[in-house]
Nanobody
Framework: VQLQASGGGLVQAGDSLRLSCAAS????????IAWFRQAPGKERDFVAA????????TYADSVKGRFTISRDNAKNTVYLQMNSLKPVDTAIYYC???????????????WGQGTQVTVSS
């Protein structure tokens, strides 16, 4: 599975962005998808995940109520809608896919290249 993350950019605090993760596979519906982020000098942290059919989602506490993950299996794409962005959200955002378990983890095999999100105060 090849993943292509896009949609990052430079925004001000309080603004919104929508990230996309497009997958090149005929079996997209077999994969749970997750977003992780990594700030400079820090570890890669979990942000949000969605299961294969989109019926289950989970979020990091730091983004609950502000971020929404969704998927369109017909378009082989997962989205991360990010509202009320804060400077602490600044990071490179990566999407990951896994066909094992409910959601991907940091040990999953398939990763996108990352998209930079910068939030200025």
């Amino acid at each position: 599975v090849q993943l292509q993350a896009s949609g990052g950019g430079l925004v001000q605090a309080g603004d919104s962005l929508r990230l996309s993760c497009a997958a090149s596979t005929r079996t997209f519906g077999s994969y749970g998808i997750a977003w992780f982020r990594q700030a400079p000098g820090k570890e890669r942290d979990f942000v949000a995940a969605i299961n294969r059919n989109g019926g289950m989602t989970t979020y990091a506490d730091s983004v609950k109520g502000r971020f929404t993950i969704s998927r369109d299996n017909a378009k082989n794409t997962v989205y991360l809608q990010m509202n009320s962005l804060k400077p602490v959200d600044t990071a490179i955002y990566y999407c990951a896919a896994d066909d094992k378990g409910l959601y991907p983890t940091v040990n999953s095999d398939y990763w996108g290249q990352g998209t930079q999100v910068t939030v200025s105060s």
